[in-house]
């Protein structure tokens, strides 16, 4: 059973107060600061993101092994592994038309 991180979910206008990932080019309302582990997220222009990542919400799992999760679950990539520190790697992929994000922790 994966770890369920939070839920993704595209908006217009900011909702919380947000961080702003450069590289991603995306402002980010993280899950910790509302109850039901909602991560809004704000895109600009140019996000090197998949068009399904930026249009529809997601749902991010805590999973051992990227690589594994993909093989094993056969899922679509979306975004590649993306080093985000140095405790994390996420990619955006999609099983049975769902955009999942998974998170491993180092």
Do not use: C, W
Not at 75 to 87: Q, S
């Amino acid at each position: 059973m994966y770890e369920i991180m939070h839920v993704g979910v595209p908006v217009t206008e900011p909702v919380l107060e947000e961080f702003y990932a450069e590289g991603l080019k995306v402002h980010i309302s993280g899950p910790d600061n509302n109850p039901f582990k909602f991560e809004y997220l704000r895109f600009e222009e140019g996000t090197p993101l998949h068009p399904d990542v930026v249009n529809f919400n997601h749902i991010a799992y805590k999973v051992p092994n990227i690589d594994t999760f993909i093989k094993d679950h056969q899922a679509l990539v979306l975004n590649e592994r993306m080093t985000v520190d140095e405790h994390l790697d996420i990619a955006f992929v999609k099983v049975d038309g769902t955009v999942i994000e998974l998170m491993e922790i180092k």
